[in-house]
């Protein structure tokens, strides 16, 4: 299930560096990643997507 709270902390705590790193220029309070088979349509995403894709290796995926 996506929506537990354990699964929240394991990717918060796991994935917090390039998570940070990625999204540093963005002003806004929010933020989607659509990720399409661990891809992003903009390269600056790259290595965000292909991690997300790693760990929960579904085709589609928003975060």
Do not use: C, M, W
């Not at 709270?5 to 002003?27: A, G, M």
Request: glycine residues 4%; positive net charge; proline residues 2%.
């Amino acid at each position: 299930d996506l929506g537990t709270l354990q699964l929240v902390r394991l990717v918060s705590d796991e994935f917090d560096d390039i998570i940070q790193q990625s999204l540093k220029n963005i002003k806004s309070r929010e933020f989607i990643l659509s990720i399409y088979f661990g891809q992003n349509v903009a390269q600056k995403y790259k290595e965000l997507s292909a991690i997300f894709y790693k760990h929960f290796q579904v085709p589609f995926l928003r975060v």
